[in-house]
Every structure is written in C-alpha cells, then in structure tokens.
C-alpha cells in the first residue's frame, strides 16, 4: 500500500482560517504579534509558526507564544487549532509521541468548544500519525470518527480521499466486505466530481479487493472498465499498473494464456512504469506461465528476476511465492540442492514472518491498550475541568451572595443542592470509566489469547507443510527427519494451544499438555495401544512457557525414541513416564522394558541430532541426565531451573 495517509498527515496547514490581513515580510508579523495579546497578535505567531515548519524548534516557539494569548483570550478554537499544527509539524520531524501529546491538549479544547470541522481534521491527523506509526486499528478507528463528522454532500473535499484511506485500511486487516463498502463510496463521490484520476485510483483498488477476495469475474470487469477509460486518456503509466492487476487476476482464475497476452506488450521495457511490488508479481506471473507450459529455464530466469528486484526493493510481501517458485523450478529440473536451498530459506522467511507478525500484534496491543488509558485519563482530566469551572464559579456566587445577605442563605442552599447533585454526576462518570478501563484489560487478555492461537495456527501450518514436503522425498533417513520435525513443531502448537484455551494465560496444565503429547506421538507412529501400553504419572500442576517448551521438547525426544527403537520387530512392551516436584526439584522419570542399549548403541545416540537436542535443552533448564540400558532403557532427569505458575 502507498502511503496513502501523506495527503492527510499536513491537512491543517492547508485548511487554517486565515484572518483578514495577510503579511508578506517576517519583520512586519513580528511587529504585530508583539505589539500586544489580543487575537490577531495570536493568529500573528500562528503565521510565523507556519512559515517556520522546515525548523520544529522555531515553530513550536512561535505557536507557544501564539497559544499563550489564545489560552488568556479564552478561545477554544484558536487553542486548539494552534496545539494540533503543533502536532502535525512534530509528526512531520518524526516526533510521534510529541505529536500524539499535542492532539491531545488540542482534543481537550475542541471537544470543549464543540467545533465538528475541526475535531474531523484532527481526527484524520491522529489517524495518520498512528498509520505511520504502524497501528493501522487505531488509525481505522480515527479515520472512522472522522467520517462520522464529515459533510456527505461532497462539499468536503477531503471526504473521498478519507474513504479511500479507510478502504485500504480494511484491505490490509483483511476485513473485505468494508473495504468494498467504502471503495465503492469513494468511487461515486469521485465520479461525481468528475475527477478522472482519482476514479481510475479507486476503481482499480476496487477491482484489486475483489482479487483478493476471490470474486474474480467482478474483479475482471472492474479492471476492464479502468482500462478502456486508461486508453481513453492515454495514460501508459497507468496501463502497465492496470494490466498487471488484470494479469494476476486471469493467473489466480487459471487463465494464464491471458495473463501472458496482457503483459507481453511491456517486457521490452521491462514494466519502466510500474513500481517495484508490481514489476515483481509480472515476473512472478511469468514463472508460473512458464513453469506449466515446461519452459523451465525462462521459469528459472523470471523468479530469479523478481527475487531480484524483491531483496534490492527491500519488498517482501511476495517473498514465500518467489521461493516456493524457485524450489518447484530446480525440483522439475533435478537440481535438488538448489532446491533444498529455496526450501530452507522459504522456511526460514516464513519463520521470521510469523516472528513478525507476533511482534507486531503484541505491539500494536500495547499501542491500543495505552490509547485507551490515554483517552480515560482524558476523561477524568477534561471531568476535572469542568468540575474546577463549576467551584470557580461557585466562589464567584457566593461573594456575591455574601455581599447581598438577604439572598445569602437561600442561594448558598441551592448551590449546595446542585453542586453535590453535579459531584454525585461526577462521581458515577468517573466509575465509568473504571469500568470501561476494567473491560480494555478484558480486552487485552483477550488479544493475547487470540496471539497464542495464531501461534498455533502457524505453528500447525509448519506442520502441514513439513507433512506436504515428506510426500516427496524418497530417501528414509531424510523423510524421518521431516517426520520428526513435525513432531517436535507439533509440541510447541500445543504449548500455544494450552494457554488460549486456559484461563491462565502465563502458564500450562502439564498434565493434561503430556496426555495430549504421549497421544499425538503415538498416534503419528501409529502404535497400537495393544502393542506398547503407556503408563502416565505425571502430577497436575502449572509451568511457565519459558520451562515447558525446553521440556516438552525433551519428553518429545525421548518418548519418540522409545517407540523407534526399544521395541524392534513388532514385539510388545510398555512405557513409563512419570514427573514429579519433590523439594524444589522437578523429577522426570522415563522408562522401557525394550531391547535396552549397550554402550555402543549409547555412544552412537549421543550423538545423533535428537540427543544433542535433549543435552541443549537440559542445559537450559539447569538439570542432571542419568540414563542406564540394563533391562530396558531408563531414563532420569532432575530438572533445577523452573518456573512454576500459581
């Protein structure tokens, strides 16, 4: 997405009312704004504010001077018009936190003196300093306040350029139906005003989110329909970003041949027009053309092209598909190292993706969660005044009333009766808005839960994708390592899985999580339950994640190993696991009545990958590793270094 916000985020300093005089020369604005405090020596250091933007020292100076007579004056609106260009010019200078301050101070004022035209500007301006900022739900819940308080009947002309960004912003959440809703609005408000570019903006954006969300044929109408009116007015730049649109919807509709047919055209300058996330789908939908029809060395030249323009471009979004490209490119072609490499670094990227994207929610999480203290603290500030302008006025009257005796006793009745009537008014606000911070703390539990089902989600989707790639790989040694990577991934999802089903979000039942791995692996060695019987003894208490990935990592080894190895040509026997807290130490017991190991056989496990494994991971949790092959195998760990969670 383009930075669609830019428009926006300088708003104010487009739309301030100007007064009656204008100066050309700084010396003459000066003279005025210090030759005394009333209005226009405010609007005077507003001017010199302006004009001072490119230096953020010298702009706020001038606009504290300026709202140091707008505050003496009593007005409202210059206050707060003064503190929001204070907030722009910071936002611009890269001063987030500063410029969210500002709009808040100017909020206050505002909101105070009920001015709508001025709160929607605000309003677009905070959205556009938290897009920036990366929190795209609370720049979406600005720009919708700001809708709110926008004129409908065209007369606003930042009102489709709102919608548009409101639009998007429901595209990338993902939330299709409200980005189609607003488009489509933005699209009539446009054609209304007859503005050519700005409907071709919005219609292909249209055409684009019903790519996206499947609805093909709509979207290849809509396309269709930007292009004639792109030929129409001869716009070649505007047809390579249309027709490239056009061309992943025919790919995804498995209309190739079309996709091929449109791009040709603009190869020989190799899409000179477009930008890069768009010249990197054209080559991605020439690997793909390519790769069906076997013409697999201009497959391979096409996503080595956009892998390319891809890591100079720093654009990742079509990462995963150029290496999944690349890696079914080298498999047709025998080149199965190269392929393993693409394979590695799609899992890789897709790992780093998902680390991300966690990062990013639990951010934007906090974000929001801030926000909303900010605007409860708000509350009470903007309670607060009106409480200190009602005892203000309070005192005012009861001079006077002392002066007048005969009034004296009847009016200090009164304002006694209203003002607890008004502290009684207060009071039940301000438990308001307790209860509505109470419910943003809900709230919060309730994005964490939802944090750790993505995590699992992802984590299966690994799974799912190790499984996909075990189908094709002949070799036993390599198709058992895929299989035992899917299980040790399959531990982790249920870590994740545990946490947002429980209503303890800082730990995990171990018992039950156990019961669940013990199934899983036997399940996945499809183990008859009449073959090896398994015995769990594990008492029922709470982990934190920090201990029981390491651990269950550990169980998963060597339970696995178990089943693999200690019960060889079918023969039947049982396994035991149990895992006890005795005196600040946690005991881990597993053991099998198999075949046992002799010192060679111990010799040669120790070093395999999956001991190494169970080593690291002992360390990491501070424990001592006892193991006998007499007998069976059996197995002590005691574990020193955990957390447990109440």
């Known amino acids: 997405m383009s930075r669609i916000a830019l428009v926006l985020l300088c708003l104010t300093f487009f739309n301030i009312p100007r007064s009656g005089f204008a100066f050309d020369v700084t010396d003459s604005l000066l003279h005025v704004a210090q030759s005394g405090m009333d209005r226009e020596a405010a609007l005077a250091y507003k001017q010199l ?13 001038y606009s504290y001077e300026g709202l140091k007579i707008a505050q003496q004056l009593q007005d409202d609106l210059l206050s707060g018009n003064l503190l929001m260009n204070m907030g722009v010019a910071s936002d611009m200078h890269g001063q987030f936190d500063q410029a969210i301050h500002f709009y808040d101070s100017a909020l206050l004022y505002l909101e105070r003196g009920n001015y709508p035209d001025w709160l929607s500007s605000l309003y677009i301006n905070y959205g556009a300093a938290y897009y920036f900022h990366g929190s795209n739900h609370l720049a979406l819940d600005y720009w919708l306040k700001a ?49 050519v570019r700005r409907y071709l903006n919005t219609l292909r954006n249209l055409g684009k989110i019903y790519q996206i969300s499947g609805d093909y044929d709509k979207s290849i109408q809509l396309l269709n329909k930007a ?55 054209a080559y991605i939908i020439a690997g793909d053309y390519f790769g069906k029809t076997n013409n697999l060395s201009a497959a391979l030249t096409s996503f080595l092209k956009a892998n390319e323009l891809a890591m100079a471009s720093g654009v990742q979004s079509d990462q995963l598909s150029i290496l999944q490209g690349l890696a079914d ?44 203290r900010k605007e409860e603290e708000n509350a009470v500030l903007r309670e607060q005044a009106i409480l200190k302008d009602a005892l203000l006025t309070k005192s005012k009257k009861n001079l006077w009333l002392v002066i007048l005796i005969l009034i004296a006793v009847i009016g200090i009745a009164i304002q006694i009766y209203f003002s607890r009537k008004k502290v009684n008014t207060l009071a039940k606000s301000l438990e308001d808005k307790r209860q509505k911070l109470r419910k943003s703390l809900d709230e919060r539990e309730l994005l964490l839960k939802e944090i750790h089902h993505r995590v699992k989600n992802n984590l299966q989707f690994i799974s799912s994708l190790l499984s996909l790639q075990s189908r094709h790989v002949q070799d036993p040694l390599a198709y058992e390592a895929l299989k035992t990577g899917q299980d040790r991934v399959r531990s982790m999802a249920l870590i994740h899985q545990n946490l947002y089903q429980e ?71 049982e396994v035991e696991m149990k895992l006890k807290e005795e005196k600040g130490i946690i005991k881990l017991e597993i053991n099998d009545n198999g075949v046992g190991i002799n010192k060679d056989t111990q010799v040669k496990l120790g070093n395999s990958f999956g001991f190494r494994l169970v080593n690291a991971f002992k360390d990491q949790l501070g424990a001592e590793f006892e193991i006998n092959g007499i007998n069976g195998t059996h197995i002590i760990l005691k574990i020193t270094d955990y957390q447990k969670v109440a």
Request: proline share 3%.
């Open 49 to 61: 504010a302006m004009q001072s933007v490119d230096s953020l020292d010298l702009h706020l100076s």
């Open 503 to 573: 209503d303890n979000l800082a730990g995990v039942p171990i018992k039950t999580y156990f019961e669940k791995l013990t199934q899983n692996l036997f399940d996945s060695y499809n183990i008859s339950p009449n073959r090896i019987t398994l015995n769990l003894d594990v008492e029922d208490f709470y982990l934190d994640v920090d201990t029981i990935v390491p651990l269950g990592l550990i169980v998963n080894e060597l339970i696995s190993n178990a089943l693999k190895h200690a019960f060889p040509h079918e023969d039947k026997g």
């Open 147 to 195: 809708y709110a308080l926008c004129a409908k009947d065209g007369s606003d002309e930042n009102y489709p350029v709102l919608l548009n960004n409101i639009a998007q912003i429901y595209m990338e959440l993902e939330k299709y139906p409200e980005a189609i809703r607003y488009f489509e609005e933005a699209l009539l408000v446009k054609e209304a005003q007859s503005s």
């Open 329 to 372: 490119i080298y498999y047709k072609q025998r080149n199965y190292h190269q392929a393993v490499i693409a394979e590695r670094e799609f899992s890789r990227f897709q790992k780093r993706q998902i680390q991300d994207n966690r990062l990013a929610v639990e951010q934007e999480m906090q974000v929001k969660f801030n926000t909303l």
């Open 227 to 281: 292009r004639n009116v792109t030929l129409e007015i001869n716009d070649e730049e505007g047809l390579q970003i249309i027709d490239v649109y056009l061309a992943e919807t025919f790919a995804k509709n498995d209309q190739i041949e079309n996709a091929r047919e449109l791009l040709s055209p603009h190869w020989k300058d190799g899409f000179s027009a477009c930008r890069n996330d768009l010249k990197i789908e």
